[in-house]
């Protein structure tokens, strides 16, 4: 079944590493893997540690230049896009689409120029924050300011991206950041790899009132495989994602969940080892009586509507 996975940190390794290439690679997402996997489309994060770099917006510019050339590599299996319309031409001609995404809302140093100079070269999607304070907001990972939400420059921020056609994504959002964008977004939002956090206890979770919040809004949380917001264990098995997907329809319906596998970005091992084994969580679904319908809205069609309600 075709599908579409909403995080992977496939281009930071790919930089890092000037031996791997996406077409081929030893990681858990390629070309290779996402053809056999059936991937429609692979939302591809520039990801860096706010803290440990010293310019933002050149490091997330020297990432963009990797996802550029890489894509400009193979431009006979992928391509990048920006919105539905491209997508689906993407598709009808046998390619892959690439979405480009930042995961880190301090790449655009406070400024809402910078905003949309990203916004021309094609980023769709921008995490609000990772694990560290930025202009906009506050992390789940600093317990103090959990009682703050968005910045006023975050609120700008949300509100520029409504207006541009960028998703808005609050995995790694502070709870009070989170009910900030309920209150300050116009157009659904995402929490791209993210679990439920009454499976399990990680602030980096969503609690049940948030998911019904995010499917009001018409927006869908993607499964994270990363074993620290899934449970108990040595490896991340189908198992878990299927409690977490069973309780995250369970409180906000069908139409709430996707997948954001956060492939290249996880330490442990995963029962599903790459992009291109994401049919096993298929057959693991059907195992648990969900209907054919169910399982295509998982993979694909609950992130399309989101592509189509909210990107320019």
């Not at 959990?146 to 808005?168: Q, S, W, Y």
């Not at 791209?192 to 499976?199: A, K, M, P, T």
Request: proline share 1%; charged share 30%.
């Amino acid at each position: 079944m075709k599908f579409i996975d909403l995080h992977c940190d496939t281009i930071s390794i790919l930089l890092n590493q000037e031996e791997q290439e996406l077409y081929s690679n030893s990681l858990s997402v390629d070309i290779e893997k996402l053809i056999k996997g059936e991937a429609m489309a692979q939302f591809f994060a520039l990801f860096f540690p706010l803290k440990e770099v010293s310019s933002a917006y050149e490091t997330t510019m020297k990432l963009y230049k990797k996802f550029k050339e890489q894509i400009d590599k193979n431009t006979e299996y992928i391509e990048h896009v920006r919105n539905y319309n491209e997508l689906m031409a993407t598709g009808k001609s046998g390619k892959i689409g690439a979405f480009l995404t930042i995961e880190e809302g301090g790449a655009i140093e406070g400024s809402l120029d910078k905003l949309k100079e990203f916004y021309d070269i094609g980023v769709r999607l921008i995490t609000l924050t990772w694990n560290y304070e930025n202009e906009i907001g506050f992390p789940h990972k600093i317990a103090e300011p959990a009682t703050r939400g968005l910045k006023d420059f975050g609120i700008e921020v949300v509100r520029e991206m409504n207006r541009l056609g960028m998703v808005i994504d609050v995995s790694h959002l502070n709870d009070n950041g989170f009910y900030d964008v309920i209150k300050h977004s116009s157009k659904p939002f995402i929490a791209s790899h993210s679990n439920s956090r009454e499976v399990w206890g990680a602030s980096r979770n969503l609690t049940d009132d948030m998911i019904k919040k995010l499917s009001e809004a018409g927006g869908v949380a993607g499964l994270n495989f990363c074993l620290s917001f899934m449970g108990q264990g040595d490896i991340t098995t189908l198992d878990h994602m299927v409690k977490h997907i069973e309780r995250m329809v369970k409180v906000g319906g069908i139409d709430v969940i996707s997948l954001g596998s956060d492939f290249d970005g996880i330490g442990n091992k995963v029962e599903i080892n790459d992009a291109s084994e994401m049919g096993k969580l298929a057959w693991a679904l059907h195992k648990k009586d969900f209907s054919d319908d169910d399982i295509e809205k998982i993979f694909n069609k609950n992130a399309l509507r989101v592509i189509r309600d909210v990107m320019k």
